[in-house]
């Protein structure tokens, strides 16, 4: 048994949800439990549609969820020939469940709006990938995975009911592979006891996909994605960026936690909890080794850098001079967990609390606002935050050179700083 999760890139064109289909014969007499997105930049459309709904501008919210219609129902006409009819209906049902609900009036929360319409955006992908790879000659079974994981009505970051959604995943996902060698669902997505739609948070579908592989047992996982594998940095900032052959959970989590784009965390723990490997592959050119993930220690690794911009630093004092206590962090991280503000360094001095923040206007405007009523704050935009894990002494003076260190925090793995421009 092996679960794939391909990502909305890997399904953005005609051409691409017909390589996902190459990619799978590669793979035959394989049990393959597929975990696939929404097309492209098909939930950012839909976030569209819900803040015009919430926002009163029903008739701009049905303007683009039309445009949003016709996109797929283009893509499934060209892709789909016997299947498209039953494909088509499958559509259309999908579109008049959201239209119904924009048809209403908002009286609940933005958040659970926003999980009943994004929501649609797997539905429609897994149901013409389904139908097209049915006429591809590769049978598989679609199921809506809002029947199985039963989360909590934390909308927007909803939590699986692990207990409840194992047995359901174990009495109904498992007999299907009895008949069929792959089984496709969505990603992103559950439903609370109620039966509302809910999302899990950030990097959803490859969290998804490590449930299932969790509470299926699975031997791998695979990500798809549309770089080589995972790379020591950001190749759009270092055009001399290198792919990673390997890695293990641990690291991971760290490049994770230091804002480098790789694998979530809490997509890490189902699959560490059973000691999944997880593979990191290439959908354009899936002969690439991409990288392998592991639970084992490694001797050696590159470099890594991550470089986060737009970074902003707030300085926090005392207004009476006194120091920096425990009370005075406790209301600040109160603070940042009502804003949902994770600050990326933090730095303690006798009476300051330094935090460097990605520079969100709206957040920071109202962090500042509450803040204020306790401590004097001070703000510095425009600056850019480093992290050099596995560092040396010549490639930290490189990425440095030239640039005003504001902070510098170091340990024998890891190094930070936040600069600004000479």
């Avoid at 049902?93 to 609900?101: G, I, R, T, V």
């Avoid at 997880?278 to 002969?287: A, D, G, I, N």
């Avoid at 080794?289 to 690794?301: A, E």
């Amino acid at each position: 048994m092996k679960v794939f999760k391909f990502g909305g890139a890997s399904v953005n064109s005609i051409e691409r949800i017909q390589n996902l289909a190459s990619i799978l014969k590669e793979f035959p007499g394989e049990k393959i439990m597929a975990v696939i997105s929404a097309m492209g930049k098909t939930t950012n459309a839909l976030e569209k549609v819900v803040e015009a709904f919430y926002n009163g501008n029903r008739d701009l919210a049905f303007q683009l969820l039309q445009q949003i219609k016709h996109q797929h129902a283009g893509v499934a006409k060209e892709l789909l020939s016997i299947n498209y009819i039953s494909c088509e209906a499958k559509l259309i049902e999908l579109f008049a469940k959201a239209e119904s609900l924009i048809n209403e009036k908002a009286v609940r929360s933005f958040d659970h709006y926003y999980d009943q319409i994004v929501c649609i955006g797997e539905l429609l992908s897994t149901s013409i990938i389904s139908a097209y790879l049915q006429e591809a000659g590769i049978p598989n079974h679609w199921v809506d995975v809002r029947e199985f994981f039963l989360t909590d009505n934390n909308f927007r970051d909803a939590n699986i009911d692990w207990n409840t959604s194992q047995s359901r995943v174990k009495e109904n996902i498992v007999p299907l592979f009895q008949n069929s060698d792959i089984v496709l669902t969505q990603g992103f997505i559950g439903a609370t006891k109620e039966k509302e739609s809910t999302t899990l948070g950030r990097e959803g579908s490859d969290y998804t996909a490590a449930v299932f592989a969790n509470m299926l047992d699975a031997e791998q996982v695979f990500i798809w994605k549309d770089v080589e594998a995972v790379m020591n940095a950001d190749p759009k900032q270092f055009p001399d960026a290198r792919p990673i052959s390997e890695l293990n959970y641990n690291e991971v989590i760290e490049m994770a936690y230091y804002g480098a784009q790789v694998i979530h965390p809490k997509t890490i723990k189902p699959l560490q909890n059973k000691n999944i490997p997880l593979h990191v592959k290439c959908f354009l050119k899936p002969e690439l080794p991409g990288t392998f993930i592991h639970n084992r220690s490694l001797n050696t690794l590159p470099a890594i850098i991550v470089l986060k911009e737009k970074q902003l630093m707030l300085q926090f004092s005392t207004k009476d001079f006194s120091f920096i206590g425990e009370h005075n962090l406790i209301m600040l991280y109160r603070i940042f967990e009502q804003l949902k503000i994770r600050p990326n360094l933090t730095q303690n001095a006798a009476i300051s609390f330094t935090a460097v923040l990605d520079d969100r206007p709206d957040k920071i405007e109202s962090l500042v606002n509450e803040a204020s009523v306790f401590f004097d704050v001070q703000a510095m935009k425009g600056l850019s935050l480093l992290t050099i894990r596995h560092y040396n002494d010549k490639l930290f003076e490189k990425l440095t050179e030239g640039k005003n260190i504001l902070l510098h925090q170091q340990t024998p793995v890891t190094v930070q700083v936040l600069m600004s421009e000479g």
